[in-house]
C-alpha cells in the first residue's frame, strides 16, 4: 500500500460529516503509536499552567500521588474514544465517565474551553512539527468537528466557530507559573514530565495544515 492511500481517501470525505472517520485514521493509523499518544498527553500537561484547572487537579489529588498513571489513563480513554466514535456505545460510556467524573466539580465554562481547545490544537502542532507529513487541511477541520461534538456532549457553551479561532483561545495570558501551576507541574517531573505549559501555549504551530500534498 502507498504511504499516502489513507490520505488520499481522507482527501474525499467530508471534514464536518465524516470527522470520526478522518480523525481516527489520523490519530490511530498515519500517526498511530507514539506520536499520537504524546500528542494528547501534551495537550493535557498544556492545561496544568491554569490557574483554576492546576488547583481543581491539585484539589483532586490523583495527578499529584500518581503523575504518570493520572496522565496515561487520560490519554488512553481519549484514544478510545477517538476509535469508537460517539455512535457506539464504547464511546457513549466514555462520554457518560466523562461527564461523571467532571460533574463532581465546579468547572467555569471558559476552563472546559481551554481544555477542549487544548485537545485540538496541540496534539496537531506536535504532529505538524514532528510527524512524517504535515497534516492535511482535511484532518486538521475533522480534528474541530471532532472536538466540537464531544464539547456539545458534555454540555460545553460557546465553543469556537473553527479550528482557527479555536487555536486563540489557548491565551498565553491565562498561564501562570505560581501556586497551584507550579506544584503540578513539579509533580510532573518524576514521570519525565517536564513539559512547561507556557512552552507549549507559545509553542509556533509550524505552519498552516498541509494542503493534500500529492506525493
Request: aromatic share 10%.
Amino acid at each position: 500500500m502507498n504511504r499516502y492511500t489513507n490520505l488520499h481517501r481522507i482527501q474525499q470525505l467530508d471534514p464536518r460529516r465524516d470527522c470520526h472517520e478522518i480523525y481516527r485514521t489520523m490519530i490511530l493509523v498515519d500517526f498511530g503509536g507514539w506520536d499520537a499518544l504524546m500528542g494528547l498527553q501534551l495537550a493535557f500537561y498544556s492545561t496544568y499552567g491554569v490557574p483554576a484547572i492546576a488547583a481543581l487537579l491539585d484539589q483532586a489529588g490523583e495527578l499529584l500521588a500518581r503523575p504518570r498513571k493520572r496522565a496515561l489513563d487520560t490519554a488512553l480513554l481519549m484514544l478510545e474514544l477517538v476509535d469508537h466514535g460517539f455512535a457506539h456505545p464504547q464511546g457513549q460510556k466514555v462520554v457518560q465517565r466523562l461527564r461523571r467524573i467532571h460533574g463532581r466539580y465546579q468547572i467555569a465554562n471558559a476552563d472546559y474551553l481551554y481544555v477542549l481547545s487544548a485537545l485540538m490544537v496541540v496534539p496537531t502542532r506536535w504532529l505538524q512539527r514532528y510527524g512524517w507529513r504535515k497534516v492535511c487541511c482535511h484532518e486538521q477541520a475533522a480534528t474541530y468537528w471532532f472536538y466540537r461534538e464531544l464539547g456539545q456532549q458534555l454540555g460545553i457553551q460557546h465553543i469556537p466557530p473553527s479550528y482557527q479561532a479555536s487555536s486563540s483561545g489557548s491565551s498565553p495570558s491565562r498561564v501562570s507559573t505560581c501556586g497551584s501551576p507550579r506544584q503540578v507541574g513539579a509533580s510532573c517531573r518524576p514521570a519525565g514530565c517536564c513539559w512547561s505549559a507556557g512552552f507549549l501555549v507559545h509553542w509556533p504551530a509550524g505552519g498552516g495544515p498541509g494542503r493534500c500534498p500529492t506525493p
